[in-house]
Nanobody, 127 residues
Framework: QLQLVESGGGLVQAGGSLRLSCARS????????IGWFRQAPGKAREGVSC????????NYADSVKGRFTISRDNHKNTVYLQMNSLKPEDTAVYYC????????????????????WGQGTRVTVSS
């Protein structure tokens, strides 16, 4: 079963940057669309960004547009989430998720669409 591993979380001051990684070397992530989600304490899990199999299609939540960038390197079986200009409201546990698809442009930010999840990495932004 595909299990993803997130890394790159941590504590950062407001205005700072972090880069999250989502990887699983034993599998070819190029067959999967990938999504990033986050869950803050007491809140529902929300979609942050997604990227299609080839990387040609991306999407972002309105709250992170212009600050976050998703990308992927299929040769390294890794998907990245570059987070700039971080705000305290970005504080959450961030999860990556994968869904195998034959649709090249598939890119969705609905958690129920994804089959495989990582354990999450915590991001804390101090004011």
């Amino acid at each position: 079963q595909l299990q993803l591993v997130e890394s790159g979380g941590g504590l950062v001051q407001a205005g700072g940057s972090l880069r999250l990684s989502c990887a699983r070397s034993e599998f070819t992530l190029g067959y999967y669309a990938i999504g990033w989600f986050r869950q803050a304490p007491g809140k529902a899990r929300e979609g942050v960004s997604c990227i299609s199999r080839s990387g040609g299609t991306t999407n972002y939540a309105d709250s992170v547009k212009g600050r976050f960038t998703i990308s992927r390197d299929n040769h390294k079986n890794t998907v990245y989430l570059q987070m700039n200009s971080l705000k305290p409201e970005d504080t959450a546990v961030y999860y990556c998720a994968a869904v195998m698809t034959t649709v090249q442009a598939l890119c969705v930010m609905t958690p129920n669409e994804y089959d495989y999840w990582g354990q999450g990495t915590r991001v804390t932004v101090s004011s």
